[in-house]
């Protein structure tokens, strides 16, 4: 067996030890003689492992218990509409568009009532976070929602907006777990797991209970209503119970290696490396303004598109895959969540230096 170094956006790398414990749980989980994906999601050996895992992305995130969370599916894209058909009272909100997924957002909010985009960081292809301190918000928004971790463009909101006493809603997909926060600033923090927690399928939902309500706009499907999948704590219908169960291995692993604040030294020293190499390299360059770089995602560029290419195929051949940037903005992207070790991130500048001298 020879594991690659996956800078994959998503899904991406796993934690060796999760993987490997469940492998050993694959025939039989604990004693019951089946796996976990053989298992009825009614059963009490399933609603253990459900229940730990909310509990223990409680403590990881300090979740106050005025918020419920909801493991859902979909994934973050289905969020896209669920938000609007669940919040959207005055059918008015405001978005910032930092890039595609805040965009995508943002549209399919349109189906729904008025989304207004308030900021925009697409006149320098997302390449940074606007202003958002004094934002034009309208009075009668539900809320204002933003991506606040930008997976194709690799940028990172260091402050969060002021809304103006309006809801926050924030995707938080490509950097879920990958630092503390504070839940109490959100109305509504969602993100599909496929990055930083475990495999795609999974999308959850930390929302506040006063926006748990009945009223949902006309025509909502009941498999899109918040309230349905609060009140049966995310059993209303079969969950993607093998999905959550790999969750809540990777949220022991946190607590194990010290929860969200060690997450985020460990996050800062190995988006250091790369940074660092970036800032001094004469071959490569980070195409994101240095105050709002993401730690999670980092796409680079040699300004030539056949070398970028070169690049690539090179780096895959010496065991570093997925480096390609995303399809709409080419050169490359390496994406360096929480489960990529050091020595990946150390390995790769390593390559990238070695490229830049026989590239010169
Ligand atoms: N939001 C962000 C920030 C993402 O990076 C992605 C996917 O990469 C999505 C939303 C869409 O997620 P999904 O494919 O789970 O719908």
């Not at 859902?72 to 910032?96: D, E, H, R, T």
């Not at 926060?181 to 599909?192: Q, S």
């Amino acid at each position: 067996m020879s594991r690659v170094y996956n800078f994959s956006a998503g899904p991406a790398v796993l934690p060796e030890e999760v993987l490997k414990e469940a492998a050993d749980e694959m025939l039989d989980y604990k004693g019951s003689g089946m796996s976990v994906m053989e298992m009825s999601h009614r059963s009490k050996v399933y609603d253990n492992i459900i229940k730990e895992a909310e509990a223990d992305l409680r403590e990881l995130m300090n979740i106050p218990d005025n918020y419920k969370v909801l493991f859902l599916q979909g994934g973050a894209s289905q969020q896209f509409a669920m938000i609007p058909m669940n919040l959207m009272k005055n059918k008015k909100a405001a978005y910032i568009i930092t890039g595609q997924w805040a965009k995508k957002a943002w549209k399919e909010a349109q189906i729904y009532g008025d989304a207004v985009a308030v900021a925009s960081s697409e006149d320098k292809t997302f390449s940074y976070i606007p202003d958002c301190s004094d934002l034009d918000i309208p009075e009668d928004a539900d809320y204002v929602y933003i991506c606040e971790n930008n997976t194709i463009y690799g940028t990172k909101y260091k402050k969060l907006p002021n809304t103006k006493g309006h809801t926050l809603v924030a995707d938080v997909s490509s950097c879920f777990l990958s630092e503390p926060v504070d839940v109490t600033k959100y109305g509504v923090i969602y993100g599909g797991v496929q990055k930083n927690i475990g495999p795609a399928g999974v999308v959850i939902v930390i929302i506040r209970e006063d926006l748990i309500t009945e009223d949902t706009l006309p025509g909502t499907p009941t498999m899109l209503k918040y309230k349905i999948h609060a009140d049966a704590d995310s059993l209303y219908n079969t969950p993607p119970a093998y999905g959550i169960y790999i969750c809540g291995k990777v949220f022991k692993w946190l607590k194990k290696m010290g929860g969200l604040s060690v997450m985020k030294e460990r996050n800062e020293e190995k988006a250091k490396i790369l940074y660092d190499f970036l800032d001094q390299s004469k071959l490569f360059k980070g195409t994101v303004v240095k105050e709002d770089r993401s730690l999670m995602n980092v796409p680079f560029v040699t300004g030539n598109e056949e070398l970028d290419a070169k690049f690539v195929k090179e780096a895959k051949e010496a065991g570093f895959e997925n480096l390609k940037g995303h399809r709409t903005v080419g050169g490359m992207r390496a994406s360096i969540y929480n489960a990529m070790p050091k020595e990946g991130v150390e390995k790769l500048v390593e390559f990238m230096r070695e490229f830049e001298k026989n590239n010169a």
